[in-house]
Every structure is written in structure tokens, then in C-alpha cells.
């Protein structure tokens, strides 16, 4: 199996989002999400309906992919960036941004 296109990654994220249960929060996210005032239904729904401003990147320390969603939601510009095996359906937050001030 070849990698996948970046709209199947879209596509991917999207769809493993639609359940709660497979977003897991690093520490590092926690606090960002804390700092810029961003909550979980925030960080679900700009995973659910957001797209890539860039390509994926590959992670330097792990096989999977780190993929930064954006979406404007609840007044802010959002990025969530995820770690991402494909095909598995976990999706691990690495960090969260406000776009307009970082």
C-alpha cells in the first residue's frame, strides 16, 4: 500500500474524529489549549470539518505522519496539529494554536 494522497488523510481524520474516543490529548496540548482559552469541542470540530493549510510532514522520531488541521471556530482561527499512523484510527493532538496570534 502506497502513502496516501493528502485528501484521503483529510478524509481520514475527518472520519476517526467523528468518535471522541480516538483523539487522545499529549500533555503539551493540554497546556496549549489552556493558554489559548481552546476546548475539546473546539479542537473535535476543527478536526471534523477543518483542512490542511500545508502538506503533512513526516514525524522525525515516529513512522506516522503530523497533519495541521485548521478551521475558524467560535471566533478564532484554529490549528490542531495530529499525529497520524494511517490506516489506524487514533489521531494523537500534539499541539493547538491560535493562528492570529502565534
Known sequence: MGSPS???????IRQSAKDST???????????MRQ?????PMVLEVL????FPQPP????KHPGL??????FVAGVQ???VVYVEYPATD?????VIDVKKD
Open 6 to 12: 493528502d485528501r484521503q488523510l483529510e478524509r481520514h
Open 22 to 32: 480516538h483523539v487522545v490529548y499529549t500533555t503539551h496540548a493540554r497546556t496549549r
Open 48 to 51: 471534523r470539518l477543518g483542512s
Open 36 to 40: 489559548r482559552h481552546v476546548n475539546d
Open 91 to 95: 489521531l494523537v493532538v500534539v499541539t
Open 57 to 60: 510532514e513526516p514525524d522525525m
Open 66 to 71: 503530523l497533519c495541521r488541521m485548521q478551521r
Open 78 to 80: 484554529v490549528a490542531v
